[in-house]
């Protein structure tokens, strides 16, 4: 018995990249009929077309503001808002832990609903954070997110965009944003300037586009 789990556990490691190994982990939230259903509802209002399936054109990056990445996983996993049943809960692709643990939580391509009028075309990266507002995400994750966003760069040329949460109005330069509901916007900080000139300074040479910070 102990030889064959042995042969199990070899051949799984062959089949895994090493490579995809090295950035995250997967845990994916909850995904059934009713989240597709959810965010068939949620794209056909805010887009005016089905969309359960992205083209990534950008990365844009969070802070949690709240909790762990337990916390925040486990917050994310229900397909409804927990304050608000009957709409599609937020989420984002990935997750950083504060030490640059990543965890993946759905793949690359499904719809996420994290950020304004751009999750239509959006890989959205939270990182554990953020608390109280201060900018206080870490070396690791700054690391850690520096090597997802060239995992994902390269795993999907279509994407040229890098932009914080709180630079969403400067990014509609890029002619991604839609909105088909008047007034809807929600005013942001995530993850700080400083953050995101880190990211600059490490990735702009790739060939992707960054904002003023």
């Not at 700054?142 to 795993?155: C, P, S, T």
């Not at 400083?194 to 702009?204: A, H, N, V, Y």
Request: charged share 25%.
């Amino acid at each position: 018995m102990k030889k064959i789990f042995l042969t199990i556990c070899a051949a799984i490691l062959m089949m895994t990249s090493p490579a995809r190994a090295e950035i995250f982990i997967d845990n994916f939230i909850l995904w059934t009929a009713h989240r597709d259903e959810l965010i068939d509802e949620y794209t056909l209002k805010h887009y005016g077309k089905i969309c359960r399936e992205i083209v990534p054109q950008a990365v844009v990056v969070h802070w949690t503001a709240f909790g762990t990445l337990e916390s925040v996983w486990k917050y994310f996993y229900a397909e409804e808002m927990p304050d608000d049943e009957g709409r599609l809960n937020v989420a984002s692709q990935f997750i950083v832990d504060r030490d640059g643990t990543i965890w993946r939580l759905m793949p690359e391509t499904k719809f996420a609903r994290h950020i304004i009028g751009y999750n239509h075309c959006a890989i959205g990266i939270e990182n554990v954070g953020g608390y109280n507002g201060r900018e206080d995400l870490t070396e690791e994750q700054l690391a850690a997110n520096v090597r997802l966003i060239k995992y994902l760069h390269e795993k999907y040329p279509t994407i040229k965009y890098v932009f914080g949460h709180y630079q969403q109005g400067k990014a509609r330069a890029s002619g991604l944003f839609i909105e088909n509901v008047p007034d809807y916007y929600a005013i942001k900080t995530d993850p700080g300037p400083k953050f995101m000139r880190g990211l600059r300074e490490q990735l702009e040479k790739d060939g992707l586009t960054f904002y003023d910070e």
